[in-house]
């Protein structure tokens, strides 16, 4: 479960929900390598969408006929962790495969209000360009997990908590307080 805040306008602190399924292989019991999925939704998009605000009612009237659609995200990541006794330090790397909502995101947080000489208020939307399309599509992670069992040993069953910032091309996103499990397939139980 993360938070986030979507823009200035829109500043209160709503909920991201996700859930991600990995697999990979651990080295030395040091280092573990690996590849999964991830599924995320954003209250903040949802609310948006079903508030029918500006640039929904403007540009994209047709997220209304799907806001929870709409304000999902899914893709895939690569990771890697280090592990030391309880902690693990991890780093992903994510392909977002699906993050319609970022359009709107994009165009509100890239954009800017001005006034002109007749003290009317403009604002102007971030445009849609080659740099959107690179910060739609990357999703990086990083964080820190604690493992109720000690890594060292290997253990073929493990539990963590952990905190860590989901980010797209590195501008973060939101915050996340997870909880996983964790199952070691081929560990010889003495």
Same mark, same amino acid.
Request: glycine share 8%.
């Given at each position: 479960?993360?938070?986030?805040?979507?823009?200035?306008?829109?500043?209160?602190?709503?909920?991201?929900?996700t859930?991600?399924?990995?697999s990979?292989?651990?080295?030395n019991?040091?280092?573990?390598?690996?590849?999964?999925?991830?599924?995320?939704?954003? @209250?903040?998009?949802?609310?948006?969408?079903?508030?029918?605000?500006?640039l929904?009612?403007?540009?994209?009237?047709?997220?209304?006929e799907?806001?929870?659609?709409?304000?999902?995200n899914?893709?895939?990541f690569?990771?890697? @962790?280090?592990l030391i006794?309880?902690?693990?330090?991890?780093?992903?790397?994510?392909l977002n495969?699906?993050k319609?909502?970022?359009?709107?995101?994009?165009?509100?947080?890239?954009?800017?209000?001005?006034?002109?000489?007749?003290?009317?208020?403009? @604002?102007?939307?971030?445009?849609?360009?080659?740099?959107? @399309?690179?910060?739609?599509?990357?999703?990086?992670?990083?964080?820190?997990?604690?493992?109720?069992?000690?890594?060292?040993?290997?253990?073929?069953?493990?539990?963590?908590?952990?905190?860590?910032?989901?980010a797209?091309?590195?501008?973060?996103?939101f915050?996340?307080?997870s909880?996983?499990?964790?199952?070691?397939l081929?560990?010889?139980?003495?």
């Amino acid at each position: 479960m993360g938070q986030n805040v979507l823009s200035q306008k829109f500043n209160s602190k709503k909920d991201v929900y996700t859930v991600s399924a990995s697999s990979g292989k651990i080295i030395n019991n040091t280092f573990k390598i690996g590849g999964g999925f991830y599924y995320r939704f954003y @209250e903040h998009y949802y609310d948006y969408i079903k508030n029918n605000e500006t640039l929904v009612a403007e540009q994209y009237p047709h997220y209304t006929e799907n806001p929870y659609g709409y304000a999902t995200n899914f893709g895939l990541f690569a990771t890697s @962790e280090l592990l030391i006794d309880h902690f693990g330090f991890a780093l992903d790397f994510g392909l977002n495969i699906y993050k319609p909502f970022y359009k709107v995101d994009w165009q509100i947080n890239q954009g800017y209000t001005y006034q002109n000489l007749n003290n009317q208020t403009f @604002e102007v939307l971030g445009e849609l360009n080659w740099y959107y @399309e690179i910060k739609r599509t990357i999703s990086t992670r990083m964080g820190i997990k604690y493992y109720l069992w000690t890594t060292n040993r290997a253990p073929q069953h493990n539990i963590f908590i952990g905190a860590h910032i989901n980010a797209n091309l590195g501008q973060a996103d939101f915050t996340e307080l997870s909880l996983g499990y964790v199952h070691r397939l081929g560990v010889k139980i003495n």
